[in-house]
């Protein structure tokens, strides 16, 4: 039966709801820099206000070895199903601050988008099933069991939550898990998410002398660390696009017929995805159409380089050193543990033996692959067909939920992964925006799929 009052309710609360968000979204709870850490608190606070109003209880911020974690629970239904509901309420930082046109912790609408950081990644997520439970409760009432666990360290890599999961198991016992933090292809198209890439995250040092040295006295007598770096990275793909690590490819999955014709389902183009990546020309590993390298193959990527003066205007050094950050995306089955290996066998292979290295791993998580056929992903069906009058289309996201993996191995549970943040939302680049008509949508979905898992 639908649940008609609490979608109206929420209909007609969307200017209290938009207030509120622009509360949360405001506070800068960016997890990687530790200034921020009250401004974590002060978020973490702020949601387990909004699930206490709700009538929920145990409502708490509880410590782990990193940034806290919100948790809540409703278990006023025996005889319903239990849900966790899983989000994160840190952010990634802004830089650079001078491409934003208003500032990240200003929420700004304009037309038919809120801009600020976290606004889509993955605040207004979370906020659209809190909301979508408030109006339950005001109305027809919450009609299953529900826990909340909203994490403060998703953007650094969830780092603490494998022991706090483990710490809190019997607490977090569940039947199914919701994660909020995906999206969908376009406002206009529902999806589900069956499959995430893991991430493999490092250091390379390359090291030349004990200090930087004089260009002109030394140049051309000694090792660039700089220009080695460059080399090295350079040899990571071939022509083809294909990463050159040993080793790298021996245990990734292959797409089945019936996968490969489910992503070319998806409505794309590849001049559309050029203009919102806004470059030139596409780019990617030769025999595979885009989508199937954004979701289905591993990637390994720079993400940033440091080396010698880079201050305004010249000093002629040598650098001592160099150092890239890199990160590889992988897919299932491939060991984000050994990827590390494969790394360092690639650097004793092709480093000059006139400069010293180093491989520094700083963070890893598994690729997973979740069941399309649970009963709690047959709810979701039907309350996105319900909400938006097509039916879903199932797609493998290229980005990492290091947590999903932990939800499968230590609850025994795979999520339902159903978000809606829209491709050209900005996360983790200046001017992060929501769509709020998505977003509306998105709280109505979250009431419509409560509705339908308990039943």
Known sequence: MEPTKAIQYARDNRERYLAELKELLAIPSISTLSQHKPDI??????????????GFQNVAVLPTAGHPAV??????????????VYGHYDVQPVDPLNEWTTPPFEPTVRGENIF?????????QIFAAIKALEALSKNEGVPLNVKFLIEGEEEIGSPSMAAFIAQHKDKLKCDSILNTDMGIPSPDLPALTYGLRGL?????????????????????????????????????????????LPGFYDKVRKLSDEERAEIARLPFSDDDWRKTANVPRLDGEKGFTTLERLGARPTLEVNGILSGFTGEGSKTVLPAKAMAKISTRL???????????????????????????????????PAVLVKRDTPAVRAAINALQATFGVPPVFKLE??????????????????????????????????????LPTHYRGIETYIRFFDAAAQ
Not at 338 to 351: G, I, K, P
């Open 200 to 244: 493999a995250y490092f250091e390379v040092w390359v090291y030349g002398s004990a200090q930087d040295l004089h260009s002109g006295v030394f140049g051309g007598s000694v090792a660039n660390p700089a220009a080695v770096l460059c080399e090295l990275i350079a040899g990571m793909h071939d022509a083809d696009g294909h990463i050159t």
């Open 116 to 124: 600020a950081r976290g606004a889509s990644d993955n605040k207004g």
């Open 71 to 84: 948790y809540g629970e409703y278990l006023r239904a025996p005889g319903k199903p239990t849900i966790l």
């Open 41 to 54: 608190l002060r978020a973490a606070e702020w949601l387990t206000k909004q699930i206490a109003a709700m």
């Open 398 to 435: 290229g980005g990492t939920v290091g947590v999903v993996s932990t939800f499968q191995t230590v609850l025994g549970v795979d999520p339902v992964q159903m978000g809606f943040g829209l491709p050209d939302d900005n996360f983790h680049s200046p001017n992060e925006k929501l769509h």
């Open 331 to 365: 897919v299932p089955y491939q060991d984000d543990n050994a990827v590390e290996e494969q790394l360092n066998e690639y650097l004793r292979r092709h480093a000059p033996p006139t400069v010293r290295w180093q491989v520094k791993k700083i963070v890893s998580a």
